[in-house]
Protein backbone atom coordinates (compact mmCIF):
# COMPACT_ATOMS: atom_id res chain seq x y z
CA UNK A 1 0.00 0.00 0.00
CA UNK A 2 2.70 2.25 0.79
CA UNK A 3 4.56 1.75 -2.48
CA UNK A 4 1.05 2.30 -4.59
CA UNK A 5 0.75 5.82 -2.98
CA UNK A 6 4.86 6.78 -3.65
CA UNK A 7 4.29 5.41 -6.85
CA UNK A 8 1.27 7.68 -7.19
CA UNK A 9 2.97 10.78 -6.02
CA UNK A 10 5.99 10.03 -8.01
CA UNK A 11 3.12 10.09 -11.04
CA UNK A 12 1.92 13.26 -10.09
CA UNK A 13 4.63 14.98 -9.61
CA UNK A 14 5.87 14.41 -13.08
CA UNK A 15 2.17 15.74 -14.06
CA UNK A 16 2.74 18.86 -12.55
CA UNK A 17 6.63 19.31 -14.10
CA UNK A 18 5.11 17.97 -17.59
CA UNK A 19 2.08 20.72 -17.53
CA UNK A 20 4.42 22.86 -16.08
CA UNK A 21 6.80 22.57 -19.23
CA UNK A 22 3.69 22.65 -21.47
CA UNK A 23 2.91 26.20 -20.03
CA UNK A 24 6.43 27.21 -20.52
CA UNK A 25 6.66 26.49 -24.16
CA UNK A 26 2.96 27.69 -24.91
CA UNK A 27 4.08 31.11 -23.39
CA UNK A 28 7.72 31.34 -25.28
CA UNK A 29 5.80 30.61 -28.10
CA UNK A 30 3.08 33.49 -27.57
CA UNK A 31 5.91 35.50 -26.87
CA UNK A 32 7.92 35.32 -29.66
CA UNK A 33 5.14 36.23 -31.98
CA UNK A 34 5.50 39.58 -32.45
CA UNK A 35 2.11 41.77 -33.18
CA UNK A 36 3.20 44.06 -36.08
CA UNK A 37 2.66 47.56 -35.32
CA UNK A 38 -0.25 49.44 -37.43
CA UNK A 39 0.97 52.90 -37.95
CA UNK A 40 -1.58 55.17 -36.80
CA UNK A 41 -3.50 56.90 -39.67
CA UNK A 42 -4.98 60.59 -39.20
CA UNK A 43 -8.83 60.37 -39.55
CA UNK A 44 -10.75 61.27 -42.72
CA UNK A 45 -11.89 65.33 -42.77
CA UNK A 46 -15.34 64.74 -42.71
CA UNK A 47 -17.71 67.12 -41.34
CA UNK A 48 -19.50 66.86 -37.87
CA UNK A 49 -22.84 65.99 -39.39
CA UNK A 50 -20.84 62.88 -41.26
CA UNK A 51 -19.88 61.55 -38.35
CA UNK A 52 -22.68 61.70 -36.32
CA UNK A 53 -24.31 59.65 -39.46
CA UNK A 54 -21.71 57.00 -39.15
CA UNK A 55 -21.65 56.89 -35.29
CA UNK A 56 -25.28 56.68 -35.83
CA UNK A 57 -25.07 54.10 -38.67
CA UNK A 58 -22.70 51.76 -36.41
CA UNK A 59 -24.47 51.73 -33.14
CA UNK A 60 -27.41 50.52 -35.53
CA UNK A 61 -25.47 47.70 -36.78
CA UNK A 62 -24.25 47.05 -33.36
CA UNK A 63 -27.65 46.80 -32.10
CA UNK A 64 -28.90 44.63 -34.89
CA UNK A 65 -30.61 47.67 -36.32
CA UNK A 66 -32.23 47.10 -39.95
CA UNK A 67 -29.84 46.81 -42.81
CA UNK A 68 -31.51 48.92 -45.11
CA UNK A 69 -31.46 51.95 -42.27
CA UNK A 70 -27.70 51.54 -42.11
CA UNK A 71 -27.11 51.79 -45.35
CA UNK A 72 -29.12 54.63 -45.31
CA UNK A 73 -27.52 56.12 -42.98
CA UNK A 74 -24.35 55.49 -44.34
CA UNK A 75 -24.96 56.72 -47.81
CA UNK A 76 -25.81 59.62 -46.23
CA UNK A 77 -22.54 60.52 -44.45
CA UNK A 78 -20.85 60.06 -47.81
Same mark, same amino acid.
Do not use: F, I
Given at each position: %????? %??????????????????????????????????????????? #???????????? %??????? #???????????
Amino acid at each position: %MADNL %MQLQRQAAQRVQQMQEHSRRVLEAHQGVRQPRTESRPLPQLET #EQWLLLGLALLL %MRCGGRT #ELTLALLYLAL
